[in-house]
């Protein structure tokens, strides 16, 4: 065989993954665009579901009022609004093209090995989220409102007339930052499976990841304490909890290389 025949015998295998990909991304952004399309008709009441924090943290006697300062501002909120939520609605869809499209080069065991971090990894961002909507948000909310200053003679008052591009930037940099972290468990356990770390190994750096842990508090979410706190310290427990499942696996695991080498 020629070297024109081997790379005429490698283009064909080439194509149809190219083939293949193409098929992948349109389903992906297929379901995308049509979970947009949903989220951006039923916009208002999505922005009123995230605004529950917010009048949690004000309490039923607070009369909110939100606003905006440029006539198109509001209707971007939207669009930003909408495609957050279609990235929520549509991960599902885009997490099994992904998997269609590279299971076809794993082996069996490799993916019955997959499966769980495609399961877990969906399950932590939605956990992350949730922990921002009903604890971490309010707390930082209440926060912020503590802050208010009531008019008196000889003193301003300072009252919060919050903008609706920059409460929804705050609550989906919290949602973001909080899901991302939420990762680590996911990450960590993955590494511990194909050898790279293990339990002894993440005790040890424990001091580290506190360091790295709190600095990335810092870096992604807004520039104050309780905020940076809310994040760190369920991510400081979440690393604990990853030490446990790692620390559980590898006990699992030998005891099946006990049994196979008794065997």
């Known amino acids: 065989m020629t070297a024109d025949d081997d790379i005429e015998a490698s283009r064909a295998p080439l194509m149809e993954h190219l083939i ?6 349109i389903k992906a952004i297929a379901a995308l665009f049509i979970a947009f399309i949903a989220c951006f008709f039923f916009a208002d009441d999505i922005f009123n579901i995230l605004l529950w924090p917010y009048e949690f943290a004000a ?17 971007l909120t939207q669009i930003k609004l909408a495609l957050f939520g279609a990235v929520f609605i549509a991960f599902p869809i885009i997490a099994i093209q992904i998997y269609k499209f590279v299971a076809p080069g794993l082996y069996k065991h490799e993916k019955s090995a997959f499966v769980p971090y495609l399961i877990a990894t969906p399950l932590l961002f939605l956990l992350g989220a949730a922990f921002v909507y009903f604890v971490a948000m309010p707390f930082a909310m209440s926060f912020f409102l ?3 200053q009531q008019g008196a003679p000889g003193q301003a008052s300072i009252q919060l007339m919050a903008r609706t591009s920059e409460y929804l930037g705050l ?6 930052a909080f899901g991302i972290c939420f990762q ?5 356990t993955l590494l511990a499976q194909i050898g ?5 190994w993440l ?19 807004p520039p104050d304490v309780i905020s940076q706190f809310s994040l760190a310290i369920p991510t400081l427990l979440l690393y604990e909890a990853t030490i446990y499942v790692v620390r559980l696996t590898e006990k699992k695991k030998a005891k099946v290389e006990a049994a196979a080498s008794g065997s």
């Open 20 to 25: 293949e990909l193409r098929s992948r991304l």
């Open 59 to 75: 309490g039923p006697q607070k009369d909110l009022q939100l606003i905006y300062t440029a006539p198109q501002e509001y209707f």
């Open 146 to 148: 503590s802050m208010e």
């Open 171 to 176: 609550i989906m940099t919290f949602i973001l």
């Open 184 to 188: 680590m468990p996911v990450i960590l």
């Open 196 to 200: 790279i770390i293990d339990s002894q």
């Open 203 to 221: 005790r040890q750096k424990r001091k580290y990841a506190i360091v790295a842990i709190f600095a990335i508090a810092a870096v992604m979410t």
